[in-house]
Structures are given as C-alpha cells and as structure tokens.
C-alpha cells in the first residue's frame, strides 16, 4: 500500500497517512482521519483541562446542593457535576440517564444534550489521602495544588509528576526527591531550579547534568562533582564559594541564575531528549521501541502520535494522549490506561476498559458506545442497557448514520464516524484548556478554528503585602508570612494568568527555610508558566546537526538560540 496525501480539514496542510497506519486503522477497523496529527492533538487537549480550578455548585441526585466545591470543570460550563466521593458511590445510578438513539438527529448534536444531562465528577482522582486542592491525580498522598501525577507524596504545586515526594513546584519530574523549581527531572535529590536532569545530588541552577553531585550552575556534565559554571573545584573549594553565594537571598539568586542559564545557551543541546530505546522519533521519550512523532512517553512500543505517557507500558497505540499504563489498540483518546485494549475516541476511559467508544468517565466496562459515567456494565449504548445482540446491530446502525449524516460545527469541519469529539462541545473553553499550553491562540483565532471561547469568573484577592516588601532572604522571613496575602510581581499585567496574588503554605514556609530558598515572587501560575520555558513543545522540524550536518527531527526550533547537535557529534563533545 503506498503513502496517501491528504489535507487537513483544520489547518489546511497536507499530511501523510503511512503503510502502517493504513494497516493499523483496518486492525481497529476505522476510516482514515481527516485531520492532520498536529491537530488531532490540539483537539484532544482542547478535552483536557490539566490544572486549573474553579468554583462550582454541583448536584445531589437532581437537587442543587447549598455549597460551592472545587472543580475543573468551571461555574460557566453546561455540566452538571457531583462532588468527587458521591460521583464514585453507589447512591446513584449512571443507567437512569439512559436514553433511545435518534437517527433523525447527528450523532454529536445528541451526545451534546446528553453530556449536559448526565453529571460527571468535580475533578479526576483516584485513590488519594489527604491531598487538598488536586486533580488529574492517583495513588498519592498528602500533596497540595499537585495536577497530573501519579504515586506522588508530602509535594505542592508540582504538574506531570510521577513517584517523587517532598518535591515543590517543578514539572515533568519522575521519582526525586527534596526538589524544587526544576523541569524534566529523573531519580534527583535535592535539585534546585535545574533542568534535563538525572540520577543527581545537590545540583542547583543545573542542565543536561547526568550522574553529577555537588555542581552549581553546570551544563553538559556526566559523573562530576564540586563543579561551578564548570569549572572543577575542589570540595572546601566548592563549598566556601557556595555558602559566599548567599542563595537564601532573593537578588543574589536571581543573579547567579542569569549567569547560568546564559551558560547553558553557550553548549551544544543534543537533538532530542531520550534514554534507553530502539527506533523512535519525537522529545522526551524513554526506554521505548519504535514509538514514533510521540512527545513525552516512557515505555511506548508501536506507538505514534502519542504523548504524556507517564507510566509504562503502552503498545500498539496511535493518538493516545495521557496516562498508559497498560494501554494497548487505543485510537484518537485521551486519559486511559490500566487495562484498556481497543478504546476508541474517549475521554476517561480507564480501568479494565475493552472495546469503547465515544464515551466518557467509564470505569470497568466493555463493548459501550456513547456513555457516561457507566461502571461495571457491557452492552450500553447512551448509557441503556442491550443485549448482545441487539447492541451490536444499534452501534451498526448508529455508524451507518454517523457517515450519511455528519456533524458540521461552527468552523464547517464535517465530523463523521472515526472523528474524536469536537471541539466546540468541549467541557472547557480553549484558554484553559491544555490545547492552550500547546497551540497557543487569541480569542479570534480559537473561534475560526471551530474552539470553544468564553470567559471564566476569576477570583479577585487583595494583597496585604505587595512583592516589593517581600522579605529579602528567607532567614528573614517571620511566621506570620502565613498570614499574608502576598502580592505576585507580575500583578496581573502578564498572559500568564497571574492571580494577582497568592499565600504561602505551612508546608512550604519550611522546606524554603531547610533549603535555603527565598520566598517566591510570583503566582503559582505564573511559576508554572515559567517554567515551561524550560520544556521544550511538542513541535517538530527538519534540521541539521550544527557539527557534522547530518539531519533529523527535533523539537528545537530553528529560530531557537542553542546549538543543536546529533546523537554522534553531541556523545564526542560529553565525552
């Protein structure tokens, strides 16, 4: 079978549909996508709302409840929702929402009603004690404002986690220890502000560090120990000029990190970030074989156009963004894994999953299409009961229509049966999305690309005391801070969706005084968002290796700063 080229209904470029994934879609026996993989994936995320919460009135079997409780979903949106425990308890039955198929109607413009109807939960959790203010979280404990984590212990304000504990403020980070403030992080102890780092100790403003203790400021480096700006040092050395440092001090730190991160812009950045596979293409991908254009997976075989794969294994899958763990025949879905084989066009689909599509926050269930919240059932379709037999000549009957009568949304994308969810139907606007981290747009633009847009209700809070009269070393800083309402720098004049102003936490007050960190200046959002500049984005290019020419794809821009360099040049210059 030869390669086909087609054009992206969304933003009208060609893209390829390969040999194998004509074979892969016959397997799972769906039509070709119409949408590019770019998009499909934007659109997938536009379905995703990764750390933002709100306020909202939920429900209690019909009745208005008189409290308002957290929730990711927002007060504006048309999803009635119960609190997290209720939604998970047997006081209710999701099969009394079921309702009859109506051909006479596009499939989309019925699951729109209906996803308005049925309630789903306040956030997305599993298996947590006593983590406060979480969501898209499972198996953890303790934690505080932590989204997107899994095993994860004693930690606040950490996203895309997996293992760590005692850990603050940092993303993309896997099994670390007393961290703070760093990106992309493995099997680290006490990093501080680093970057693309693992298996190190006591490395502070660090990058690309490998196997390195006692280092400040470092780039580039494997095994080395009491090494400032890279330069050796001896321990008494190292040690007098650090505690010169004073890095207690807010200046002196800021300092000390333009000098170093000017540092890391001077060496050779290897093309892409990856460890331990076997035929693979994409960024930060680990221990997987033949995974290909996937971003951010751990132990993906077969796979392509996946990402945010946190826990392994997954095989066999294409258009699978978040979670894994066990995910194997899963097209064009979002969130599944432990236990989930042939999931097509989901959403919170997981936990011994087989043969589903179209539905959303199903758990233990198999052979449904088009249901919500159902547990523990086979055979239901919008969330009725069939039989066998009668559930497989509906769905028959319900592609059948899907294909002669097609949704049309607002942008004129025609959505027939193989096509994920619309966007515009979405349970968040765009800009809250995680679709916005990635594909970031203006209202305008989101609107002409078929995205919901809408503005949320924000919280206003009033600053009693203002960044500038912020303690300047933390050895400064009483204990009555936790009293304060402290004002963020950016004072909400940035696009990072400053909160204007924010607290500080018992727990946080006293890791920042054990590591000798200064009291924050910015909004937990803002942090976040700073962060991210340390990530590189799922975005792929042709270029050549600065060094020898030789080409590949990677997620470095060629208008970025760093020297990219292949597997082969970057290896002699570590050496």
Request: charged content about 25%; hydrophobic content about 30%.
């Amino acid at each position: 079978m030869l390669k086909d080229q087609r054009t992206c209904q969304s933003c009208k470029k060609d893209f390829l549909i390969e040999p194998d994934d004509f074979a892969f879609y016959e397997k799972i026996q769906v039509p070709p996508p119409t949408f590019c993989p770019d998009c499909r994936f934007q659109r997938r995320m536009s379905w995703r709302n990764g750390w933002h919460l709100f306020k909202k009135t939920p429900l209690r079997q019909g009745s208005a409840g008189q409290e308002e409780i957290f929730s990711f979903f927002p007060e504006e949106s048309p999803i009635p929702i119960f609190d997290r425990d209720y939604w998970f308890s047997d006081a209710w039955d999701p099969l009394d929402y079921g309702q009859d198929y109506d051909f006479s109607r596009p499939f989309f413009e019925q699951f729109k009603a209906f996803m308005e109807k049925v309630p789903e939960p306040a956030h997305s959790s599993l298996n947590l004690v006593n983590c406060r203010y979480c969501m898209n979280l499972a198996d953890s404990k303790n934690c505080y404002l932590v989204r997107g984590a899994t095993f994860t212990e004693d930690s606040a304000y950490l996203i895309w986690d997996h293992g760590s504990k005692q850990c603050m403020d940092g993303h993309m980070t896997d099994h670390c220890d007393l961290s703070y403030g760093s990106v992309n992080i493995e099997h680290c102890y006490k990093a501080f502000f680093s970057a693309d780092c693992d298996s190190c100790q006591d490395v502070t403003l660090c990058q690309d560090c490998v196997g390195c203790n006692n280092c400040f400021g470092c780039v580039g480096l494997r095994k080395k120990s009491y090494c400032i700006f890279n330069e050796q040092y001896s321990r008494e050395e190292y040690l007098k000029k650090i505690a010169e440092m004073d890095l207690g001090s807010h200046a002196a730190l800021q300092q000390a990190q333009d000098t170093a991160r000017a540092l890391w812009k001077t060496k050779p950045h290897k093309f892409m970030h990856e460890w331990k596979n076997v035929n693979v293409s994409g960024d930060y991908i680990y221990e997987s074989k033949n995974a290909l254009h996937c971003y951010r997976v751990r132990g993906a075989e077969d796979c392509k156009h996946t990402q945010n794969i946190l826990e392994k294994s997954v095989k066999d899958c294409r258009d699978l963004s978040n979670f894994g763990e066990g995910a194997e025949l899963c097209y064009e879905t979002l969130i599944s894994g432990r236990g989930a084989s042939n999931i097509r066009f989901c959403s919170q689909v997981m936990v011994n999953v087989k043969d589903v599509e179209y539905s959303i926050f199903c758990r233990n269930v198999s052979n449904c299409f088009a249901c919500i919240g159902v547990r523990n059932k086979q055979y239901c379709i919008f969330n009725k009961q069939y039989t066998r037999e009668a559930y497989f000549a509906e769905i028959a009957k319900i592609k059948s229509q899907m294909t002669e009568m097609p949704y049309t949304d607002a942008a004129g994308h025609e959505y027939k049966y193989g096509e994920f969810f619309p966007s515009e139907l979405s349970p968040f606007p765009y800009r809250i999305s995680e679709a916005y981290e990635f594909f970031p747009m203006n209202q305008e633009e989101a609107k002409e690309r078929g995205f919901l847009w809408y503005e949320t209700a924000r919280q206003k809070h009033a600053a009693t005391l203002p960044a500038a009269k912020l303690p300047e070393h933390i050895k400064e800083a009483p204990d009555t801070i936790l009293n304060e309402v402290l004002g963020c720098v950016h004072a909400e004049q940035c696009d990072q969706e400053c909160t204007g102003a924010f607290r500080i936490i018992p727990e946080e007050l006293t890791f920042l005084r054990r590591m000798q960190i200064p009291l924050p200046r910015l909004c937990p959002n803002c942090r976040h968002y700073e962060r991210l500049k340390l990530r590189n984005p799922p975005h792929f290019y042709h270029r050549q290796c600065a060094k020898c020419g030789k080409e590949f794809e990677t997620s470095y821009s060629p208008d970025r700063q760093e020297v990219i360099y292949c597997e082969t040049c970057y290896q002699q210059e570590i050496a």
